[in-house]
């Protein structure tokens, strides 16, 4: 079956000029074109649509999406390449996610700073006592929080960012 770019473009959830920045781009080199100079694509032609738009949503460079659909259109040759040009955005996809659960969890422990703090109509409440320092202790007690609420997977990943007994401040 063929479709045109309108229709691969709402079956894929990106906009039309999107498709046509890819072919400017050279991801697109295997779409043929009809006696108008309008796009046809295969169901194959999706596919491999849907592989670039997961690479670029994984953050990898145009240059490299490029270099891979090349290396896919080479073939069987550059298997183990493609493989390992895979393997290392997914390590580095996984290193992001993990960066942005940790930051996610800090956001929560300022949450809890904040509320505490509206609650008791005063940030005081975590400060030293005649100072603007917040006490050395907020961490330990944001762990107990977590801990008397039964937020243990979120009290695991507090626990194990770097420094987190050093993060405080308002």
């Not at 906009?15 to 169901?43: M, V």
């Not at 953050?59 to 550059?78: C, H, K, N, W, Y």
């Not at 100072?131 to 626990?159: C, M």
Request: charged share 25%.
């Amino acid at each position: 079956m063929s479709y045109s770019i309108g229709q691969v473009a709402a079956q894929l959830g990106i906009s039309i000029d999107t498709i046509r920045y890819y072919d400017k781009e050279g991801l697109l080199p295997f779409i043929k074109r009809n006696g108008n100079g309008r796009r046809i694509f295969s169901d194959n032609d999706i596919h491999l649509m849907r592989t670039i738009i997961c690479l670029k949503n994984a953050g990898v460079p145009v240059t490299e999406i490029a270099d891979f659909i090349q290396m896919r259109l080479q073939g069987d040759s550059t298997l183990k390449k493609r493989y390992q040009l895979l393997k290392l955005h997914e390590t580095n996809l996984r290193a992001q996610i993990n960066d942005l659960q940790d930051t996610l969890c800090y956001l929560k422990f300022k949450e809890w700073y904040f509320t505490t703090a509206i609650d008791a109509g005063t940030e005081k409440i975590h400060f030293t006592p005649n100072t603007n320092e917040v006490v050395p202790n907020l961490a330990e007690q944001y762990s107990k929080h977590l801990n008397d609420t039964g937020q243990f997977e979120e009290l695991t990943r507090f626990k194990s960012i770097k420094d987190y007994r050093n993060r405080g401040g308002h």
